[in-house]
């Protein structure tokens, strides 16, 4: 405890040394972040400054949702690069030539860390939605920010309220309008990919639309499961093929569910030897 405030007082000094007070500008503190600050250092900096930067970000795009969701979307997607760049935490993104053009998707994605959803608003190109845990809409402003984008609550335990929540993300779907989700519904602890729920396949088959994985390398190692310890390095986005869905019926849905999970676990694996992080 001792050595951690110590640190502390070093990065207050650090900071007045090189004139990132609350007058500075960001560029500069961001590269501080990237180079110079040690794990407690760069934890207490991001932490003090990531939720003046959420609230400030939702109080810029919530006048602009009157207009369209998209708005707020987009100065969600600002959100996630300028965080990612506040916690020194580099992104890299592969395989948007999978990317189906013109044609509303489903995004499934591995989940490991807190950072799972920085990189993805930073990571995909284009608007889409997502389907989120209830309990997030129930968090002041940032629930209101999330239902004026358009996202979609999910209420796992409450079946008819899942439905109606499917119900939803059809129409949204029908419109044109991707969808992101999480399948294993929550986050891995060891960064092994655990049992995919079948809604999100469900919702698939049912709007017969394709799935494009996602593998999400890395996350898990800069901001695990359980911890507020930030790491600095690289997340990598890994876009895989679409897996189609035209035709298929619900008796399909195992399958599917295999066909998407053969295709991450194999990402995941192979990500260990292609990428340098």
Known sequence: MGSSLAEIADTVKMIKEKGLTASGNFPRLFAFQRKELPPMLRTT????LFLPLTVLVILAGLPASLLSPDYLHNCGRFWGRAALRLAGTRLQVCGQEYLPLKQA????????????ILALFAGIPGQF????????????????AMRRSGYIP?????????????????????S??????????????????????????LLAIHSQVPIVPIAIHNSGRLLPKGSRILRRGKIQIEILPAIPTTGLRSAASEELTMQVRQALESALARGTDRFVF
């Not at 489903?106 to 950072?115: D, L």
């Open 154 to 174: 999910v209420n796992r335990g409450n079946r008819r309220e899942a439905m109606q929540s499917m119900t939803a993300a059809a129409r949204r779907i029908a």
């Open 176 to 201: 044109g309008t991707s969808v992101v989700v999480f399948p294993e519904g929550t986050r891995s602890e060891n960064g092994r990919l655990l049992p995919l729920k079948k809604g999100g396949f």
């Open 105 to 116: 998707v489903i995004y499934m994605a591995n989940h490991q860390s807190q950072f799972d």
């Open 129 to 144: 939605r997502w389907l989120a845990k209830a309990e997030l809409f129930r968090i002041p402003l940032f629930g209101l």
């Open 45 to 48: 900096v991001f932490w003090a």
